[in-house]
């Protein structure tokens, strides 16, 4: 039988204070389940494939190079995403050194379900052969099958690149 990942709140009402004995063997399992975690994670390790399609519009970051650890989320290199399996609160976050277009300065947001969201941040690459590093993070209340992307756009350019080379994504269940 497979276990429901529950809420805090769902497990406050679900134990109550058990004084008619009424905790059942299922919400025990359902508690364990969902103290246990969800976390998936991305990352790219020296990467040094240029990604061209950088301009004024938001594209998706599709250098992700493997999938990390993981447990009741799945993270997709191949698809350059992580998909919840659970709904709650989550702690997502981005840390990523790139190299870029001389001069531009750069947008970065993780997107839900490939619409903008609000977990975003901004680096300015300065000279070629510059390597910058961001990180942006916050916590975004997902349902389970949503899916996170990081995305990127320049302020003014058209046809900017950047080379992701060691880059993280992670997203971890808090509530």
Same mark, same amino acid.
């Given at each position: 039988?497979?276990?429901?990942?529950k809420?805090?709140?769902?497990?406050?009402?679900?134990?109550g204070?058990?004084?008619?004995?009424?905790?059942?063997?299922?919400d025990?399992?359902?508690?364990?389940?969902?103290?246990?975690?969800?976390?998936?994670?991305?990352?790219?390790?020296?990467?040094?494939?240029?990604?061209?399609?950088?301009?004024?519009?938001f594209?998706?970051?599709?250098?992700?190079?493997?999938?990390?650890?993981?447990?009741?989320?799945?993270?997709s290199?191949?698809?350059?995403?992580?998909?919840?399996?659970?709904?709650?609160?989550?702690? *997502?976050?981005?840390?990523?050194?790139?190299?870029?277009?001389?001069?531009e300065?750069f947008?970065?947001?993780?997107? *839900?379900?490939?619409?903008?969201?609000?977990?975003?941040?901004i680096?300015?690459?300065?000279?070629?052969?510059?390597?910058?590093?961001t *990180?942006c993070?916050?916590?975004l209340?997902l349902t389970?099958?949503?899916q996170?992307? *990081?995305?990127?756009?320049?302020?003014?350019g058209?046809?900017?690149?950047?080379?992701?080379?060691?880059c993280h994504?992670?997203?971890v269940r808090?509530?």
């Amino acid at each position: 039988m497979a276990q429901a990942t529950k809420t805090r709140a769902q497990l406050i009402t679900d134990y109550g204070d058990n004084t008619t004995g009424a905790i059942s063997p299922e919400d025990l399992r359902n508690g364990l389940v969902s103290w246990m975690g969800c976390y998936a994670h991305l990352y790219t390790k020296t990467g040094s494939t240029a990604q061209a399609t950088i301009d004024t519009t938001f594209a998706k970051i599709t250098g992700w190079a493997t999938a990390g650890v993981a447990d009741d989320a799945v993270p997709s290199a191949a698809n350059d995403r992580i998909t919840a399996t659970s709904a709650g609160d989550y702690l *997502v976050a981005t840390s990523l050194s790139f190299a870029g277009t001389s001069s531009e300065t750069f947008t970065f947001n993780i997107h *839900v379900d490939q619409s903008e969201g609000i977990i975003q941040t901004i680096r300015k690459i300065g000279t070629a052969g510059d390597v910058g590093t961001t *990180v942006c993070f916050g916590i975004l209340t997902l349902t389970a099958g949503q899916q996170l992307e *990081v995305y990127c756009k320049s302020a003014v350019g058209t046809g900017d690149s950047i080379t992701m080379q060691d880059c993280h994504f992670v997203a971890v269940r808090i509530g």
